[in-house]
Nanobody, 115 residues
Framework: QVQPVESGGGLVQAGGSLKLSCAASGRIFSITRMAWFRQTSGKQRELVATITSGGSTYYADSVKGRFTISRDNAKNTVNLQMNSLKLEDTAVYYC?????????WGQGTQVTVSS
């Protein structure tokens, strides 16, 4: 399918870890820069991290040092390892290419961090 499928979210206590996975389209996946975004109710979608086809990464200041984005081109997957989670990390997490395109949003996966 065209839309990515995100999974791995859940409820975790502050300081804990989660690993999110994204099954993406394989058409041009291996040469496409991919990204994780997140969105809280009433707030615009925020860029979390990106990874190029060659593995170069970018992280938002809010997650740098805590999150790690990775990809497996053979499996058409993008992952986001989230460590030392904070309350403000609570959001619905989405993956997409970067820059994102409007017809390629999946359902997202909910991450809820509790105190």
């Amino acid at each position: 399918q065209v839309q990515p499928v995100e999974s791995g979210g859940g409820l975790v206590q502050a300081g804990g870890s989660l690993k999110l996975s994204c099954a993406a389209s394989g058409r041009i996946f291996s040469i496409t820069r991919m990204a994780w975004f997140r969105q809280t109710s009433g707030k615009q979608r925020e860029l979390v991290a990106t990874i190029t086809s060659g593995g170069s990464t970018y992280y938002a200041d809010s997650v740098k040092g805590r999150f790690t984005i990775s990809r497996d081109n053979a499996k058409n997957t993008v992952n986001l390892q989230m460590n030392s989670l904070k309350l403000e990390d609570t959001a619905v997490y989405y993956c997409n290419q970067y820059p994102s395109i409007d017809n390629s949003w999946g359902q997202g996966t909910q991450v809820t961090v509790s105190s």
